[in-house]
């Protein structure tokens, strides 16, 4: 069966929330910015009916909150996700937000 995925990234001063169909994916990234921000937390985890974890909501980011999350969007941006709805990216603003698919690979 094809594979594809969808990723959801929201950051704000509060934190950044992050949603992702695939936990490998999820995994991977918090392995990543733990070499950045060691301390940071997760404070809430959303799971799937069969227990697959699909969104964090991650805290205490140093006051890099919206860093982080243009950090993720471009971390994405280079294994191959791409884009395709996006706000607060390129402005000055601290909160912003990002969809994102994976193409379809058979």
């Not at 990723?7 to 695939?22: E, F, H, I, K, M």
């Not at 994916?25 to 799937?48: F, P, Q």
């Amino acid at each position: 069966m094809p594979s594809s995925g969808f990723v959801q990234v929201a950051w704000s001063r509060n934190g950044v929330n992050l949603y992702c169909t695939d936990q490998t994916v999820l995994d991977w990234l918090l392995a990543e910015l733990k070499k950045y921000i060691s301390t940071y937390k997760v404070a809430g985890k959303r799971k799937t009916v069969s227990g697959q974890i699909v969104t964090s909501h991650i805290i205490e980011l140093q006051g890099k909150d919206t860093e982080v999350g243009r950090w993720i969007l471009t971390e994405l941006c280079q294994q191959g996700w791409e884009p395709f709805e996006v706000d607060g990216v390129i402005a000055l603003s601290d909160e912003g937000f990002a969809k994102l698919r994976r193409p379809v690979h058979n």
